[in-house]
């Protein structure tokens, strides 16, 4: 049995700019004018709530005032607004990849976002993900990117024991280095940095890539 899990933003769709734009807005809607730190990197914890937390601590707000509900109040509203005018756009082959794996035996398929999880799945329905019995882990689970995927891999009705995760960023790297999870590193940010590395999932040869990831594990 072999575990399967996926980032969102920017490993299944392409919605990199979007989100971060409609998050920030979301969070000076709610808080005013606020400073935010120069780079995601900058944020210990790169997810919705972690970099909020961040936020509100940053500009001397008190945490569990409510605020962070009405953030993510907002930025749902936002991306639903978004997504109304313009549908997000699935990764070459991604559609056709998850849908493989869905049905690839001794396979759990899952998904481990840092984003909130209603906005998540807003974007996967959007771009023609078929999600009704996904398992996916998110920022309401946990701050911390481990959290989310750990909750993830607890969550999947059957596991195996090894797992491979599918993700865009160095968060998502450093976080499978420190699971002992197998890694494949998915567009432009991780090429010649990823052991294993696709630029998208189109033309994937998804059974020699999972091979190739198991083999280059921590």
Avoid at 108 to 134: E, I, M, N, Y
Wanted: glycine share 10%.
């Amino acid at each position: 049995m072999l575990n399967v899990i996926f980032d969102v933003d920017g490993t299944l769709v392409d919605s990199d700019a979007m989100d971060g734009n409609l998050f920030f807005q979301a969070v000076r809607d709610v808080l005013g004018a606020v400073t935010f730190r120069e780079d995601w990197t900058e944020y210990p914890h790169v997810s919705d709530a972690g970099i909020l937390a961040d936020v509100l601590q940053d500009n001397g707000f008190t945490q569990g005032a409510g605020l962070e509900q009405k953030v993510r109040d907002r930025f749902g509203a936002l991306i639903s607004d978004a997504l109304s005018d313009a549908p997000c756009q699935a990764l070459p082959g991604a559609t056709e990849v998850t849908a493989r794996l869905a049905k690839r035996p001794g396979t759990a398929l899952g998904v481990a976002t840092g984003g909130w999880g209603h906005t998540a799945r807003a974007k996967l329905v959007s771009a023609g993900f078929q999600t009704a019995d996904w398992t996916i882990a998110s920022s309401d689970d946990h701050h911390e990117r481990t959290g989310i995927m750990s909750s993830c891999l607890a969550r999947l009705p059957e596991k195996g024991e090894s797992t491979v995760y599918f993700g865009d960023g160095m968060w998502d790297l450093k976080a499978c280095e420190d699971l002992g999870w197998a890694f494949v590193g998915v567009g432009p940010q991780l090429n010649s940095v990823a052991p294993v590395w696709i630029e998208h999932f189109a033309d994937c040869d998804l059974e020699q890539v999972l091979r190739a990831a198991l083999d280059h594990r921590p």
